[in-house]
């Protein structure tokens, strides 16, 4: 079984940076490709990044592409998501998710995910 728990989330002004850290209970996370997805109040989960287990390929949503950057440390059981340049449309429920399978847009490809941790950014 894997457990995914997010933190780093919190207030931030337009403009500042935020890290969000996703803790990995499974032992065979280097395995895994992971994703962050986000939902906005009244709007449906939507994805932001994705790496693979290697850290050899990264994909972005448009939206945050130039200022958002995922990364991973397999040795701490830890994926990152950096974000720079935050703005007001950034505010959201950040998720982690995981999968066996390939990194993709969709989040019915990945199985597992975290409770989530809530990024507000003010204006």
């Known amino acids: 079984q894997v457990q995914l728990v997010e933190s780093g989330g919190g207030l931030v002004q337009t403009g500042g940076s935020l890290r969000l850290s996703c803790a990995a209970s499974?032992?065979?996370?280097?395995?895994?490709?992971m994703g962050w997805f986000r939902q906005a109040p009244g709007k449906e989960r939507e994805f932001v990044a994705a790496?693979?287990?290697?850290?050899?390929?990264?994909l972005y949503a448009d939206s945050v592409k130039g200022r958002f950057t995922i990364s991973r440390d397999n040795a701490k059981n830890t994926v990152y998501l950096q974000m720079n340049s935050v703005k007001p449309e950034d505010t959201a429920v950040y998720y982690c998710?995981?999968?066996?399978?390939?990194?993709?847009?969709?989040?019915?490809?990945?199985?597992?995910w975290g409770q989530g941790t809530q990024v507000t950014v003010s204006s």
């Open positions: 790496i693979t287990w290697s850290a050899r390929s990264t």
């Open positions: 499974a032992r065979t996370l280097s395995s895994l490709h």
């Open positions: 998710a995981a999968t066996y399978y390939s990194i993709t847009y969709f989040r019915s490809n990945y199985p597992y």
